[in-house]
C-alpha cells in the first residue's frame, strides 16, 4: 500500500512540477507519511533522485517547442549546479532554522506582488541581451542553486519569479528555463545524497517513472494553454507553500 500511495504522489508531484515548481510540496510529505521511522535525509534524497527525472523531462519537452534562450541558460544551470552543491556543504556547518520562520513572509511578498502585477509574466519581454543577460541568469542559478541545496522548499517558485520579474520572461518560458536550472540543482542533491547513502534506489526507480508520466501531462497542459494558466498554477503553489511553511515555521 506504501508503494501505491507514494507512487500516485509522484505522479501529481510531476504534474505540478513541470508546470510551475513545487513537486516537493506533494512528495515529501507523502514520504514522510508512508515511512514516519525513515531518517529524513534518505527520504529527501530518494525524493530528488525521483524528482530529477520528471524535471529534465521536461527540461526537454519544453525545449521543443519555447524558444529557450541556451547562451544564458546553459551557464545558468552550471552555476545552480555549483550554488546547490555549496549550499549542501554549507548546511553541514550553518543550521538553515532561521530561514524557517523567514520563508513564508518573503512567499507571502512574492504571492502579494504577482496578484497586485496582474500582466507580469504575460507577455515574453527578455529585459537582457546576450552577456547581460548571461550574468542574470548565472546569479539568479547560484542563489537559488544554493538556496536549494542549503533549505530548498520553493525552489521552482522563486526560479519562476525571478525569470518573469527581473529577466521579463512571461510565466511559460520562465518555467521553461526553471525547469533546466533546477534539474541542474537537483544533480548536485542526489549527488551528494547518494554519496552519503541516503537515495532508497528500489524505490526512486518506480517513483521516477510515475514523476516523468506526471511531468508529461503537466508539460502539455502548460504548452497548451499557455502563460496564463502557469500563472495560476503558480499562485496556487505558492498559496499552498504558504500554509505549509507557515505551519511548519509557527505552529508545529
Given at each position: 500500500?506504501?508503494?501505491?500511495?507514494?507512487?500516485?504522489?509522484?505522479?501529481l508531484?510531476?504534474?505540478?512540477?513541470?508546470?510551475?515548481?513545487?513537486?516537493g510540496?506533494?512528495m515529501?510529505?507523502?514520504?514522510?507519511?508512508?515511512?514516519?521511522?525513515?531518517?529524513p535525509?534518505?527520504?529527501l534524497?530518494?525524493?530528488?533522485?525521483?524528482?530529477?527525472?520528471?524535471?529534465?523531462?521536461?527540461?526537454?519537452?519544453?525545449?521543443?517547442?519555447?524558444?529557450?534562450?541556451?547562451?544564458?541558460?546553459?551557464?545558468?544551470?552550471?552555476?545552480?549546479?555549483?550554488?546547490?552543491?555549496?549550499?549542501?556543504?554549507?548546511v553541514?556547518?550553518?543550521?538553515?532554522?532561521?530561514?524557517?520562520r523567514?520563508?513564508?513572509?518573503?512567499?507571502?511578498?512574492?504571492?502579494?506582488?504577482?496578484?497586485?502585477k496582474?500582466?507580469?509574466?504575460?507577455?515574453?519581454?527578455?529585459?537582457?541581451?546576450?552577456?547581460a543577460?548571461t550574468?542574470?541568469?548565472?546569479?539568479?542559478?547560484?542563489?537559488?542553486?544554493?538556496?536549494?541545496?542549503?533549505?530548498?522548499?520553493?525552489?521552482g517558485?522563486?526560479?519562476?519569479?525571478?525569470?518573469?520579474r527581473?529577466?521579463?520572461?512571461?510565466?511559460l518560458?520562465?518555467?521553461?528555463?526553471?525547469?533546466?536550472?533546477?534539474?541542474?540543482?537537483?544533480?548536485?542533491?542526489?549527488a551528494l545524497?547518494?554519496?552519503?547513502?541516503?537515495?532508497?534506489?528500489?524505490?526512486?526507480?518506480?517513483?521516477?517513472?510515475?514523476?516523468?508520466?506526471?511531468?508529461?501531462?503537466?508539460?502539455?497542459?502548460?504548452?497548451?494553454?499557455?502563460?496564463?494558466?502557469?500563472?495560476?498554477?503558480?499562485?496556487?503553489?505558492?498559496?499552498?507553500?504558504?500554509?505549509?511553511?507557515?505551519?511548519?515555521?509557527?505552529?508545529?
Amino acid at each position: 500500500m506504501e508503494w501505491i500511495f507514494i507512487t500516485l504522489a509522484s505522479l501529481l508531484a510531476g504534474f505540478v512540477d513541470a508546470i510551475v515548481g513545487g513537486g516537493g510540496l506533494v512528495m515529501v510529505p507523502a514520504l514522510f507519511a508512508a515511512f514516519p521511522s525513515a531518517a529524513p535525509a534518505t527520504l529527501l534524497g530518494t525524493n530528488k533522485a525521483a524528482g530529477v527525472w520528471g524535471t529534465a523531462m521536461a527540461t526537454w519537452q519544453y525545449s521543443r517547442r519555447v524558444q529557450m534562450r541556451w547562451s544564458a541558460l546553459l551557464p545558468a544551470a552550471a552555476a545552480g549546479f555549483a550554488g546547490s552543491f555549496a549550499g549542501a556543504w554549507a548546511v553541514t556547518v550553518v543550521s538553515p532554522d532561521f530561514l524557517r520562520r523567514l520563508l513564508p513572509l518573503v512567499l507571502l511578498a512574492v504571492l502579494a506582488y504577482t496578484l497586485a502585477k496582474k500582466d507580469m509574466g504575460r507577455h515574453h519581454a527578455p529585459r537582457f541581451h546576450g552577456s547581460a543577460e548571461t550574468v542574470a541568469a548565472c546569479l539568479v542559478g547560484l542563489a537559488i542553486g544554493f538556496y536549494d541545496g542549503f533549505f530548498g522548499p520553493g525552489t521552482g517558485s522563486f526560479f519562476v519569479f525571478l525569470f518573469v520579474r527581473w529577466l521579463g520572461y512571461d510565466f511559460l518560458n520562465a518555467s521553461a528555463s526553471a525547469k533546466l536550472l533546477n534539474t541542474a540543482t537537483n544533480v548536485a542533491a542526489i549527488a551528494l545524497f547518494a554519496a552519503k547513502g541516503h537515495v532508497w534506489w528500489h524505490f526512486a526507480v518506480t517513483l521516477a517513472v510515475a514523476n516523468v508520466v506526471g511531468s508529461l501531462i503537466g508539460t502539455h497542459m502548460a504548452l497548451k494553454h499557455g502563460a496564463g494558466f502557469v500563472r495560476g498554477i503558480f499562485i496556487v503553489v505558492v498559496g499552498a507553500l504558504i500554509l505549509k511553511t507557515g505551519y511548519d515555521a509557527f505552529l508545529r
